[in-house]
């Protein structure tokens, strides 16, 4: 940095006790100044915490935030941002996304299954064309193709980000994948033969 001033000049009204600075702005050397001004500087802002200061005595110039009689003017200031903090990382969506929809499509395997079992019994245990066998079947009809389509689309897709969750929801997810895959395929031979027996 600039060397130290080699003689202090008094400023008009500045007492011969008071202690003289100097400090660096815009790589020039200001002062001397008392330091009752020096810190009001600081306070205000008008000068930054690792603006260089130096009085008599000091080895070197300092930032003023490390000098003892300066310290509680000024702390230095935090490093700037370099870029935004993103909420969070795009494959961490990806892996959440994946886990939520292999959980939704184990439930839906799993209502689409009990569904199908509980209308395939109602609609052999009961007369033809009674109205609990034809929803269950209407559900099934119209939910397992929309479902399945769903899975043998998104399985193939997001297969790699699905290997990276956790061997339950992985497991959960590839049996309702599959399992959906499945339904639409019985289910549709169930209606087949539903249809060609009524």
């Known amino acids: 940095m600039t060397n130290a ?23 020039q050397r200001m002062g001397p100044i008392a330091q009752g001004q020096l810190a009001g500087m600081l306070a205000g ?5 690792d603006t260089p200061v130096w009085r008599q005595g000091m080895p070197q110039w300092l930032p003023a935030w490390q000098v003892e009689e300066l310290k509680q003017f000024g702390s230095p200031a935090p490093p700037p ?18 886990k939520q929809n292999c959980i939704a499509m ?14 395939l019994a109602v609609r052999l245990g009961a007369p033809s064309g009674s109205a609990p066998a034809a929803v269950g079947m ?3 009809g119209w ?8 899975a043998a689309i998104y399985l193939p897709l ?6 990276q969750l956790s061997p339950a929801v992985r497991t959960l997810g590839l049996i309702g994948g599959f399992g959906l895959i499945a ?3 019985l289910g549709l031979v169930g209606w087949l033969v539903l249809a060609a027996g009524g």
């Open 158 to 163: 997001r297969w790699r980000v699905i290997m």
């Open 81 to 98: 941002m370099t870029s935004p903090i993103p909420a969070s990382p795009p494959q961490d969506r990806k892996v959440k996304n994946a």
């Open 45 to 49: 802002g008008q000068v930054g915490p």
């Open 106 to 119: 184990f439930v839906i395997f799993v209502a689409l299954a009990v569904l199908m079992v509980w209308a």
């Open 138 to 140: 209407g559900c099934i």
């Open 143 to 150: 939910a397992a193709p929309f479902a399945a389509v769903f």
């Open 5 to 27: 001033p080699d003689e202090d000049i008094l400023l008009p009204g500045q007492a011969a006790s008071e202690t003289a600075w100097y400090y660096t702005f815009n790589g």
């Open 183 to 185: 339904v639409m395929l």
